[in-house]
């Protein structure tokens, strides 16, 4: 990981909108169904706002900025080719209906996982 990655993650853990800070309050510590959730982790060029390694499963809170941003369709095609799954829900609708998109992210976390042999899990992130 760059050093310039890192910087970048940790100036977005410290300016987590209302919506990540809610969303992190359910992912945190094991809080749903036991799993090991990362925040704004650093993977590849790209920091990602949650991480399931695992399951390899990305979740993101977009606000209007994200509008049909073609950045985050090259974004995706990116983390999908390395065997992320990722699913995106605006601010509004985590903070609207918080239980509804935890449901969605349950739902995806039981989801067979997409990851190919070829894309090993880093140290540390592997399951039992």
Known sequence: MDHRGLMRAKQLRAGMTDAEQRLWRH???HRLLGAKWRRQQPIGPYVVDFIHFGARLIV???GSQHMESPSDASRD???KAQGFRVLRFWNDEILRDTTAVLEKVLLALNAPSPGPAGHPLPQGERDP
């Open 27 to 29: 992912l945190r510590a």
């Open 60 to 62: 993101e809170a977009d």
């Open 77 to 79: 095609a990116w983390l």
